[in-house]
């Protein structure tokens, strides 16, 4: 891969963190790594007097030992994003990153969209309303996240009209409830089937011990946006537990992306806001888990109701979003495990748009998507056969409503698409152990489709624990993606073929290695084939079609260092390179992506400080190129009394000023610019 | 309405980005937070609180075992819990490479990530009151009554409640409450 000065850059500042890193190492942590345990079981000075536990005294009680962080990069997290079950990263077969509700606060984090902005190889584009996200070099336009298949609590929440995954305040957890995030970038389709294309996201809610009793959290930023969340916990002596929290957001007078003369700035404000509200709660007890969720996001935006006059109308929007779904997990006997998953969820999205009938009279053109549509899986495992863990599965889905709509108050409906699909996938995954040291996944799926035809999808992984310090993956996977109902309709009323499934099969090789408890490093290289990349040609009505082949390469380089006074350092480097037969490149795919996550304690727990950089290279478009950009937010985390805490976030602390173009043939739209958050949480039982 | 793009000056955020790292790691004055331990310690203390938070049927016994097997670093940190835990003459802390082994213990941990050895240790138990911790999310499924889950910043633990419960074992109300999962 030929470096541009822009990759040289970045690669000098991430060896120079790499360098930090290895020079801040201390000498004792470096001495005192694999020594012979001592023969007399005798704690080092420094921990007995940390651990000498006397009743009564000073000991720490379970929920001082829950808060503790982890003081070496831990190798055996749990994951469930690769498997679809909960095992260690080790033994995943994908490489699997994790945000947890710790940098969540720490870092100041305000929707998914900020959380998946962390995640190494993610860019995401913000059009003002809708957060689109890019993954591994691939970011198309008119892609509503249809690529990235994403869960909650490993429930499918794409809707079934744009296959979309709605990341900002549509999304049905409000940061707040959220205790960790899953990231397995890669194809996924060899347990999850349609969208899993460019990797799985998986959102896991907080339990109960984490949302007991009350919470109450207000936020107000520097933009004028007020949020307040309240949620109250319970679990019983049974174990079964409730909970449920609601969450408001307000924003009026929302500042403007693009520049306007100063007179016209308080008129368009005033028509600029958004509100949006969600609720989600549930009752969980005996491997049985009910959850239920609604979300409901309101937009105002000013509109130019001609071409060359300040006359402004009222465009509006409303996305409401629902779901409930039910969840059984038990064992059958010693040796089979079952879970059974039924959910049933509906989008509505209405737009209306202002436009002038006659010479004083303002008229609405309304647009409207509807969805409903119900998913069932079932999955058993066992272990009846030494050194293997058997899954078979089951998984199902059928849209009882598609439609989309389009029409103008006083002539109805002009236009109206329904549409109707059923999916059913099957597959089988099978972990083979083949020693102490090797682990094969062999996995296989096949999806059928009333429409979007079937598709084959094989896994395999070879995970080799090289040393007890270090281990080795070999992943190889594939996935696809079927036009989904937005593709279809655009094509089909001009009789133009739907495009064909696209399809992506990928290499890759991941390597970690722990040069000490502290500091941890890890490399991965894959190379991606992707065929039939379904996308918009460039005629100005544009229609779907299925693009010609393209190659990605790329290099994911990670680090991980923990210091013993609880300070933490994350940085991530993602290089890649997509291509097509000609040797052209794609819009929107930054070359070069470095993040770094910084924090520390400051005053013992009470305050932490946690500091986030993201740099981004430059990005084609089909107009001019978007310069490269480097981001950084500042979060102060303060807990002043138990039960209280509170927070102050700086975001884009150095007023960069940079830009996205989501939108196909659209134009460059101005980045927010530096804003502050101050937000107080209060719990109590 | 169209944008003309500023020139790209980002050489100079980019040091000053480098500039600020280098500031934030090396120049702030070091702050010891926490309880300094380091983790198979951790998840000592964490036993040892399980341990306390248990009551086990009939008389104390004369001598509180716990047992651990196929985690050596587990029981070396083990080795260094206090004494006195439990109004008891002695507390000792052994290694077991035996199920049979463990038929005298309180408490077993068994550092087994493999379905198969898991069921065997527990059955080899029968219903004795044994309090049976594991540091997996397979030890869970395979019915520990306590198993410890490594998360990126922290441990935390899920229970088995009636698994506790079926080998004569109390478990204390706030031990319940503070679990990420009780079933």
Known sequence: MSLKPEFRVLFHGFLAVLWLAVSGLPAQAQASEHEAPAAAPVPAASAASAVRLQPGSDEPDLEELLRQELREVPREVEVSAASRFAQSAAQAPAVTYVVTAAEIQRYGMRSLADILRAMPGIHISFDGGFSYIGARGLGRPADFNSRLLVLLDGMRVNENIYDAALIDGDFFADVDLIDRVEYAPGPGSAVYGNNAFLGVVNVITKRVDKLRGFQLRSSLDSEGQKRLRASWGWRGESGWEGWLSSSQMQHSRRSLMNEYPPEHEPALRALKWARDQRVLGGVRGDGISLQAGFSSVREGLPYFLTEDTWDLGQYNSRGVNTFYALDYERSLGAHWDLSLHLSGKRVDFQKHSPFLDGPDTVSFYNERSLGRWINGDLRLSTQLWAGHKLMFGLEYQRDLVQRVSAGADAYGDLFVFEGGNRRNGLFVQDEWRLNDAHLLVLGLRQDRARIGGSSWNPRLAWIWRARPDASFKLLYGSAFRAANLFEFQVNEPRALPTPEPERVRSLEAAWDQALSPQLQLRASAFVSRLRNLISLDDSPQPYFINSPRLRTEGLELGLEKRWDQGAQLRASLSLQRTRDPQGQGLSNSPHALLKLHYSRPLLGDRLQLGWQLQATSRRHTDGEDLPGYVVQNLNLLWRPASGHELSLGLYNLTQTRYFDQPVVQGYPLPQPRRSAQLSWTWSFE | ?183
């Open chain 2, 1 to 183: 309405m169209t944008k003309r793009l500023p020139a790209a000056t980002l050489q100079r955020r980019r040091r000053q980005a480098l500039a600020l790292l280098a500031l934030l790691a090396s120049a702030l004055s070091p702050v010891r937070a926490g309880l300094g331990l380091d983790d198979a310690q951790l998840k000592a203390a964490f036993i040892y609180r399980f341990a306390q938070f248990t009551q086990w049927p009939g008389p104390p016994p004369q001598e509180f075992s716990y047992c651990v097997a196929s985690a050596p670093a587990l029981r070396e940190a083990m080795s260094g819990l206090p004494q006195k835990p439990h109004a008891v003459a002695t507390v000792k802390v052994r290694s077991v490479s035996e199920p049979q082994q463990a038929l005298g213990c309180q408490v077993l941990v068994l550092g087994l990530s493999e379905r198969a050895d898991l069921l065997r240790w527990q059955q080899a138990l029968g219903g004795e009151p044994v309090l049976v911790v594991g540091d997996s999310a397979e030890a869970f499924r395979a019915g520990v009554s306590i198993a410890l889950l490594v998360e990126p910043n922290g441990l935390a633990f899920r229970i088995n409640h009636s698994e506790a419960k079926r080998r004569g074992l109390s478990l204390s109300s706030q031990m319940l409450k503070l679990a990420r999962e009780v079933k």
